[in-house]
């Protein structure tokens, strides 16, 4: 709640979540630094899209372009700002970088290229020392968090704690890539497992970091490692990325596939999207690194686009009578229909992304939900009569829900009785269970159970009001 009394003085805290996205990162030393921050604010702005269709069905149209704009001016200032060794001075370039002529910018000392709120960082080689590596990254990430604070508001140490994960998890995940590159994880199934799992422990350790919990990321991450090269290859038709929308249409894929995979396992959907997007950016897809080689993709995914409905029609009938495909007593009866892949480990591959994708979205709309439920002044009722959706009107970086109607009568009644507060009035919603379970609970105000909604979220909740609230102390 926003006026919980345990954080009125200190303000709302919570887990602050950041979304997933793209960024051009590897086009960047094309152009001058206009060119760049515009291409990564167009690039942010479609990634939050995207991130909360995978994680609430929902668009909020005044967040994505709140996180286009925090992106375009955080690679602006993250590939302007540069530092001279030799002289210990900083400087600011508007124009292309050249290296061993211009001073280094932030974004090549750190060796990530931070975007914003709604972008993890892509990574490459590094353009200076170790302690330059960590000077930079950090001072990349306090330039993020500052004007993701001051434009998106929330929690300035939240914030800075989030983005500082994400920076040091791209520059892992890259380093991961130039390993396998180099053949460190070996060869054949033991090598792809071994290769696989290093990225689902990035994306569980990351995870956990940013209080979304462990299996979500792992999972995320993990389906990135066997799947992006894969989906590179249908993007791009077997001729390697050459332009930023390709790249977007990559990570946005695996994003879905991340997300979707985590949501089905009832673990936290956005950690899985926002591993994925991890490891797509900083491993499979870097810079230097051959997304996809198969002359026959594009057809193959046609294909699938046609074989994908067929086979799940299929499936579905075999499953009234407990078949299952492969099994003895699953019945093809659609197969004759089914179109021949030229590479059948990837057309099948196309199939089950977007099997899982339409799982994703008909599950949303049957997986189980936690009835939440929040006490609210008449300012706020106000605004949810008004729009029919939840918002928050200040810096908070979320909004506080309990899991009972007492506990938010319990906190109605000390709100009024503490600072004379005029009348509340209960609302409830729905949440996913599998997206509350990746929000840590806390106690507020003598022991009321909560839950901190992170903003992101909310325009996924819709809001119904009650008509009465119950006693403190009773159901």
């Known amino acids: ?15 602050a979540v950041a979304t997933a996205g793209t960024t051009a990162a590897g086009t960047l030393a094309v152009g001058g630094l206009a060119n760049t921050a515009l291409s990564v604010a167009l690039s942010s702005f479609a990634a939050s899209v995207v991130s909360q269709a995978v994680v609430t069905g929902q668009v909020d149209l005044k967040s994505d372009l709140l996180n286009g704009v925090v992106a375009g001016l955080t ?6 700002i540069t530092f001279d060794s030799g002289t210990d001075s900083l400087g600011f370039n508007v124009d292309a970088p050249v290296a061993g002529v211009t ?3 932030l974004a090549s000392l750190s060796g990530v290229q931070n975007v914003g709120s709604a972008l993890v960082p892509q990574a490459g080689a590094v353009a200076g020392s170790l302690p330059e590596t960590v000077l930079a990254v950090g001072a990349d990430a306090t330039i993020q968090a500052g004007l993701q604070t001051a434009i998106e508001g929330g929690s300035f140490l939240s914030n800075l704690k989030t983005d500082g994960v994400n920076d040091v998890a791209a520059d892992i995940a890259y380093g991961i890539g130039q390993a396998n590159t180099n053949g460190d994880f070996g060869t054949g199934t033991a090598g792809e497992i071994a290769y696989a799992a290093a990225h689902g422990l990035l994306g569980c350790a990351a995870s956990a970091a940013e209080g979304t919990g462990c299996a979500g990321g792992a999972i995320g991450g993990a389906v990135s490692a066997a799947t992006a090269n894969t989906i590179a290859t249908a993007v791009t038709g077997g001729q390697g990325i050459i332009d930023p929308s390709q790249l977007a249409a990559i990570t946005a894929a695996t994003m879905l596939l991340g997300g979707a995979a985590a949501g089905l396992a009832g673990a936290n959907p956005l950690a899985g999207a926002t591993a994925a997007e991890n490891e797509t950016l900083n491993n499979t897809c870097a810079a230097g690194h051959n ?14 686009l046609v074989n994908t409905p067929l086979a799940i029609v299929e499936g579905g009938v075999n499953l009234f009578t407990g078949a299952v495909p492969g099994g003895s007593d699953y019945v093809p009866f659609l197969q004759g229909l089914m179109l021949p892949y030229d590479d059948p480990d990837f057309g099948g591959l196309v199939s089950i992304v977007g099997t899982a994708g339409l799982g994703s979205v008909l599950s949303s709309a049957t997986s189980e939900t936690t009835t939440l439920y929040r006490a609210v002044g008449p300012a706020e009722l106000t605004d949810i009569q008004n729009t029919g ?9 979320g909004k506080y829900f309990t899991t009972s109607s007492s506990a938010a009568s319990s906190y109605a009644q000390q709100a009024v009785n503490a600072f004379g507060d005029p009348a509340y009035t209960t609302i409830t919603t729905q949440i996913p269970s599998s997206v509350l379970n990746g929000i840590a609970p806390v106690t507020v105000d003598g022991g009321i159970p909560a839950y901190v909604v992170p903003n992101e979220l909310l325009p996924g909740l819709k809001p119904s009001v009650s008509g009465s609230m119950a006693l403190p102390g009773t159901k």
């Open 75 to 80: 690679a602006g200032l993250t590939n302007g």
């Open 291 to 304: 997304c996809g080689t198969l002359t026959s993709a594009v057809e193959d995914t046609g294909r699938a």
């Open 389 to 397: 959706i939840l918002q928050n009107l200040g810096s908070a970086e």
């Open 103 to 105: 001073a280094p910018s």
């Open 1 to 15: 709640m926003d006026g919980a009394i345990g954080a009125a003085q200190a303000g709302a805290t919570g887990a």
